[in-house]
């Protein structure tokens, strides 16, 4: 019998803890909770499609579960098996808007061992992780849910799931982005924390009662207004519930997750006001899905609001009168398309199209929408307030660019915009990167069809809250004979 | 007996090394312009949608009924409605015990198609904005979490 040496007892320590600190990976199981016929268990045939080998839906949605497993689990690091429990069922459905489906974590934990924060909530797959033990063994960690309907005559007629790995969904729904998105959201990418209310999470029922306490996200959320995060005790439920609708008030204060914005975020658009009236400055805009990007120095000219002659005048719905040929044209949100005003704005000769949106809200706005080949000039919106100011100071010059000094998707300070619109009902807040964000990123709360199933800011944000922190480990001495 | 080597295993507990984020507390700087957050009002990102459905018996599309906008709605509670934690033990394999908190913290993705025939689609984690999105909300107008609007 022989054993082995100090140095290679030595060798196997050292490996054993590079494997748990920095080689990372983990282990999701997709558990089928569907009944025979159904769901996975589907046996429609079906053709491989983009890269998904199965041969009847249901093992086409299979497939792209664990194709979504296999993305996270290869990120991730952890000892501890995730398991997913995932379903197909008939969700809320009418002919043009549809439940596609719902994810979350199953159980969350506090104070368990090696808990990075005390008396803060963990959503149980990052717990397990950092305690390098299954907290809950009789219980899964994570749900999934999708519609088994969509795209049938009654359930968003004609969009249907895509089943693809290539991102060619075309009219259909990438259901893999989908599920990258929603399981984001099961591991980590989440608070536990109302937006509405901010209250924290309790459990008023246990004995002792469990109080109220942050979830481990709100240790990264800053509030711009108080200058606290939201895990601080001293901020107030109603300071966390204006925090939630300032637009860019809200950021991440990880330095991972800011770092990754940082070197990957564009310049961030911008409408920069010059003259002689209390507008001049910098202004956030949302960006045209027509029309060339911004860029630098970009187009400079003179604003004018248009008049199409037509009440409300300034809407540019129908043909301008009198605009002056070489202008950026300034126009109200309203009554028609975007690309309408823009094809008006053209023709009479602007060289630019600013809109104010009709609504209350906060910068960042949104951008605007729509499709037209033949519009060449770019196009912004600016936020009501923001355009009502710089209406009141007209003439002044404007320029519509990019720039360095600023990032989309970031604050001037170089951390990463929350989702945090006003009203709060303009969205999903709080838990997602603002729609700023360009390159897009996974998880804004739109799922934009760009994305390429990469896990992009979102991995350095499960960096921030402890998804690869050191964990004590086990270690194994083989005695070999 | 066994000719299998001996084992032994020694659990080597580690502390663990956090380096925990630096808080930086300085205030956003705010654009010339930028106002603070407005009075609350309705959205006009878009207008009141309406829901259409495709009748079961008929095949026909309509307006759904006040029970179906009723039982979409109720749906969506079921699927985003978040409630207290609620306390769940189980033994561990060490034979200690364990307590987690369970509760729904599922996130929902919902999708509805634009005027201009393309799909939105957008992630809610709370009831009310996600019933405003498909409509289910009488005379709420629909929120778009989305990129930008057509109109």
């Known amino acids: 019998?022989?054993?082995?040496?100090?140095?290679?007892?030595?060798?196997?320590?050292?490996?054993?803890?590079?494997?748990?600190?920095?080689?990372?990976?983990?282990?999701?199981?997709?558990?089928?909770?569907?009944?025979?016929?159904?769901?996975?268990?589907?046996?429609?045939?079906?053709?491989?499609?983009?890269?998904?080998?199965?041969?009847?839906?249901?093992?086409?949605?299979?497939?792209?579960?664990?194709?979504?497993?296999?993305?996270?689990?290869?990120?991730?690091?952890?000892?501890?098996?995730?398991?997913?429990?995932?379903?197909?069922?008939?969700?809320?459905?009418?002919?043009?808007?549809?439940?596609?489906?719902?994810?979350?974590?199953?159980?969350?934990?506090?104070?368990?061992?090696?808990?990075?924060?005390?008396?803060?909530?963990?959503?149980?797959?990052?717990?397990?992780?950092?305690?390098?033990?299954?907290?809950?063994?009789?219980?899964?960690?994570?749900?999934?849910?999708?519609?088994?309907?969509?795209?049938?005559?009654?359930?968003?007629?004609?969009?249907?799931?895509?089943?693809?790995?290539?991102?060619?969904?075309?009219?259909?729904?990438?259901?893999?982005?989908?599920?990258?998105?929603?399981?984001?959201?099961?591991?980590?990418?989440?608070?536990?924390?109302?937006?509405?209310?901010?209250?924290?999470?309790?459990?008023?029922?246990?004995?002792?009662?469990?109080?109220?306490?942050?979830?481990?996200?709100?240790?990264?959320?800053?509030?711009?207004?108080?200058?606290?995060?939201?895990?601080?005790?001293?901020?107030?439920?109603?300071?966390?519930?204006?925090?939630?609708?300032?637009?860019?008030?809200?950021?991440?204060?990880?330095?991972?997750?800011?770092?990754?914005?940082?070197?990957?975020?564009?310049?961030?658009?911008?409408?920069?006001?010059?003259?002689?009236?209390?507008?001049?400055?910098?202004?956030?805009?949302?960006?045209?899905?027509?029309?060339?990007?911004?860029?630098?120095?970009?187009?400079?000219?003179?604003?004018?609001?248009?008049?199409?002659?037509?009440?409300?005048?300034?809407?540019a719905c129908t043909a301008l009168t009198g605009f002056t040929a070489g202008r950026l044209c300034v126009v109200d949100r309203g009554t028609c398309t975007f690309v309408i005003k823009a094809a008006n704005c053209q023709t009479a000769g602007a060289v630019g199209m600013i809109v104010v949106e009709n609504a209350a809200g906060v910068p960042p706005p949104a951008?605007?929408?729509?499709?037209?080949?033949?519009?060449?000039?770019?196009?912004?919106?600016?936020?009501?307030?923001?355009?009502?100011?710089?209406?009141?100071?007209?003439?002044?010059?404007?320029?519509?660019?990019?720039?360095?000094?600023?990032?989309?998707?970031?604050?001037?300070?170089g951390r990463m915009l929350m989702y945090a619109p006003s009203p709060y009902q303009s969205g999903s807040s709080v838990s997602h990167w603002d729609t700023s964000a360009s390159p897009n990123l996974l998880m804004e709360p739109a799922i934009n069809a760009d994305l390429n199933h990469t896990l992009d800011a979102t991995l350095e944000l499960f960096r921030d809250i402890g998804w690869f922190v050191p964990v004590p480990v086990e270690l194994m001495f083989l005695e070999i004979e | 007996m066994s000719n299998s080597p001996n084992r032994f295993r020694i659990v080597a507990v580690m502390a663990c090394a956090l380096a925990l984020a630096v808080v930086a507390t300085a205030t956003e700087p705010k654009t010339p312009g930028a106002q603070p957050p407005d009075t609350p009002q309705a959205s006009a990102q878009a207008a009141p949608r309406a829901v259409i459905v495709r009748d079961a018996q008929t095949g026909m599309l309509r307006l759904a009924t006040a029970q179906e906008l009723q039982s979409m709605a109720a749906e969506i509670d079921r699927l985003l409605a978040r409630g207290p934690a609620t306390p769940k033990q189980s033994r561990l394999a060490d034979g200690s015990m364990s307590t987690v908190y369970t509760g729904n913290f599922d996130h929902g993705v919902l999708a509805r198609r634009t005027a201009d025939g393309t799909i939105e689609i957008g992630c809610f984690d709370e009831p009310g904005p996600a019933k405003a999105f498909l409509g289910l909300v009488p005379g709420s107008p629909a929120p778009a979490p989305v990129k930008g609007e057509g109109r």
Not at chain 1, 391 to 406: E, V, Y
């Open chain 1, 1 to 315: 019998m022989t054993r082995t040496t100090p140095r290679l007892v030595l060798a196997i320590l050292v490996m054993a803890l590079v494997a748990a600190t920095a080689q990372g990976a983990a282990t999701i199981v997709i558990i089928n909770n569907d009944p025979a016929g159904v769901g996975f268990n589907d046996p429609t045939p079906a053709a491989p499609v983009g890269g998904n080998p199965g041969t009847t839906i249901g093992q086409q949605r299979l497939n792209v579960f664990n194709q979504a497993a296999s993305i996270w689990g290869a990120a991730l690091d952890s000892t501890v098996t995730i398991n997913v429990q995932a379903t197909w069922e008939a969700l809320t459905c009418d002919a043009s808007s549809a439940v596609l489906g719902s994810c979350g974590a199953l159980a969350v934990d506090f104070d368990f061992a090696n808990a990075p924060f005390t008396s803060t909530w963990y959503l149980i797959a990052l717990a397990n992780r950092l305690a390098t033990t299954d907290l809950d063994p009789t219980g899964n960690d994570m749900r999934a849910r999708f519609n088994v309907n969509l795209g049938s005559p009654t359930c968003l007629a004609g969009s249907g799931w895509y089943y693809g790995f290539d991102g060619n969904e075309g009219a259909l729904i990438d259901f893999l982005a989908v599920l990258l998105h929603e399981m984001g959201h099961g591991l980590g990418f989440a608070t536990t924390t109302s937006g509405t209310s901010g209250v924290w999470l309790s459990d008023p029922t246990a004995i002792p009662p469990i109080p109220p306490m942050p979830s481990a996200y709100d240790h990264f959320l800053l509030d711009g207004t108080t200058g606290l995060l939201w895990s601080d005790p001293t901020e107030t439920n109603p300071q966390r519930v204006a925090s939630a609708i300032t637009g860019v008030g809200l950021t991440w204060t990880g330095a991972n997750a800011d770092a990754y914005g940082v070197a990957n975020m564009d310049d961030a658009p911008q409408l920069v006001v010059s003259g002689d009236g209390a507008a001049n400055g910098s202004y956030y805009v949302g960006t045209a899905s027509f029309g060339p990007p911004l860029s630098s120095p970009g187009v400079t000219a003179m604003m004018e609001v248009a008049n199409d002659g037509t009440a409300p005048n300034s809407d």
């Open chain 1, 367 to 413: 951008g605007l929408g729509g499709t037209d080949p033949s519009i060449t000039i770019p196009a912004v919106r600016v936020t009501l307030s923001d355009g009502t100011l710089i209406k009141a100071n007209l003439p002044a010059t404007g320029n519509l660019s990019t720039t360095a000094t600023r990032l989309a998707g970031m604050n001037v300070s």
